[in-house]
């Protein structure tokens, strides 16, 4: 992106009328900023680039005030127009990252397509019941996200840092699967074989359904999302076990230490978006934030100084790289970022 397009997006993102029409859209405002935004060529990739920001990143009034805004805004541009070469050279690295991003990204891509059958999809053999079975492992990295066919044919898109474990073929009684991580599924009906998904506390179990299971060793709690058809969600344990019934919209969560059961409902784009490209944040605070572009990038972030106020973040963001992430970051709560390849440094005002 050229400098004139830099200072116009953040002219447009200090422009409530912009940012008002970018959020609840009429047809008045449409007229206008259409007319705006072609009257000059260089105009629409900037709104583009603008909308994505205001979009992508929603603060909290209770965190920033708009003096604040303000005041963040025109540090921004001013250290755009200062003549010192230190700021002109980050700047510069910045926004060209966007670009050697795009194309390392397309690198990892083509690689890890030609690797994942032998680095990531482990056979092994193991003995059930005096006959020989065939394990597959799938195990995905930070920053990579598969798909894997099961032998009945259903589909399991595994998130990263995951890990999915499955036999070559299926039971004749029932269809067991092992997960670490996260994953969601969409199984192929099959009344007479129950479809399993085992994590070291519960076993989900189901007929032919689409649903989501989240579950990491570091966390405090299990979530099960039902998306389609009807789960049964069973804690494991020697004793008497919990059992929990989820509907179509119905989101469990099991709490560890606790061992207690909560139901409620649940946003797609949150729970189940990742699948389809989309990082969520829902009141995120600043270490979710890090630990979440970690875990979906791909990268390592090394934080300096402590941020001068509290983080709480909601956004989606369809698709986008790390570095149009970090500008909304950057423009909303006033950190400072450099990235050199998969290393990131964030600096805290």
Known sequence: MKDQDKDIVLTLLSDERFKDWVMVPSSETDAYWQEWMYAEPNRKEAVAQAKSIVKGIRFEEAYLETTEIESMLSNIMDERHQESGRFKVERTRNWNSVYRGIAAAVVILIAATLVFTDAFNNVESIFLNGNEVTLHEVSNPKGMRSKVTLPDGSIVSLNANSVLKYPEQFSDK??????????????????????????????????????????????????????????????????????????????????????????????????????????????????????????????????????????????????????????????????????????????CN
């Open 174 to 347: 029932q269809r067991i699967v092992e997960l670490s991580g996260e994953a969601f599924f969409d199984v192929v009906k099959n009344p007479d074989k129950p479809f399993i998904v085992r994590t070291n506390k519960l076993e989900t179990v189901v007929l032919g359904t689409s649903f989501n299971v989240r579950y990491f060793d570091d966390e405090e709690a299990i979530n099960v999302a039902l998306v389609s058809g009807k789960v049964n969600v069973v804690e494991r344990t020697e004793g008497k076990s919990k059992q929990q019934i989820l509907l179509p919209g119905e989101k469990l969560v099991y709490d560890k230490a606790g061992k207690s059961f909560s139901k409620g409902t649940f946003d797609y784009d949150e729970e189940v978006g990742w699948k389809d490209g989309v990082l969520a944040f829902k009141d995120a605070d600043f270490q979710s934030v890090i630990n979440q572009l970690e875990l979906w990038y791909g990268v390592e972030i090394k934080v300096l100084g402590v941020p001068s106020s509290e983080w709480k973040v909601n956004g989606k963001f369809d698709k986008e790289s790390v570095e149009e992430v970090l500008v909304g970051l950057q423009f909303t709560y006033g950190i400072n970022y450099q990235i050199d390849g998969n290393n990131i440094t964030v600096s």
